[in-house]
């Protein structure tokens, strides 16, 4: 079972491993994903909000319509707040920010772009963490907003990509995440807080980091 991070009637939260969908993948329907594995333990679920393949961490899933149409209208009223740990190519300034527009399957690779004229409006808060080595840095994102791709893209628009990260790269970062074994895009869903969607209490829950990006800062640090 995955590991679950809290439940009640209305809602659980998971710590989504790295390399699971959240929801059937086009392509090919009969791989695992997110709601196959947990709807064994849990019953019928609604997806609420989404983690990219390769991302880790938490994740809401609602129990009932109620409960999904209360944080739905939560996340699109940008009443949710969310903070990801990343590893990131550089030296990080202690605080950052980017708000470049984005435009979703921008390109042929399906990647997010910026666009000044047909972009959604999105912004990203950062801070550095810790530095890990000469070329690197552990850092806390806050998305204000929550578009496909976001941070990564705003993060290779400051000039420091993710490490590992297999669409928004740098030729350096590639070789850095190379030559120190990072295989997956090290970006993890660490916190999320909003309001429970039947008892109206805030609520904040945190997800472990995992063992890979654990090891990463390890390995790095020198």
Partial sequence: MMEL?????DLI?????SGLSTLPEGWDSSKPHVRSI????????????????ETSGVLLLARNAA?????????????IKKMYSALVFGHFPKTASCA????????RRHRTTVDHVLGKPASTDFEAVEYIEDCGSWINAYPKSG?????????????FPILGDP????????TFSNQNSITRTMLHASQITFTHPITNNQMTLSAPLPEDF?????????
């Avoid at 939260?13 to 491993?17: E, G, L």
């Avoid at 409960?67 to 009443?79: G, I, V």
């Avoid at 654990?214 to 020198?222: G, P």
């Fill in 5 to 9: 991070l809290y439940q009640d009637n």
């Fill in 13 to 17: 939260a998971i710590n989504k491993p």
């Fill in 38 to 53: 947990v709807e064994v333990d849990f019953g019928p679920l609604w997806i609420v909000h989404r983690l990219d393949k």
């Fill in 67 to 79: 409960a999904h149409k209360s944080l739905n209208d939560q996340f699109a009223n940008r009443q």
């Fill in 100 to 107: 470049l527009p984005l435009r979703i399957n921008g390109d």
């Fill in 147 to 159: 578009y496909t791709h976001q941070i990564r893209f705003h993060c290779l628009s400051l000039g």
């Fill in 167 to 174: 669409l928004y790269f740098t030729a350096e970062s590639k």
């Fill in 214 to 222: 654990q090891n990463a800062i390890t390995s790095l640090i020198k």
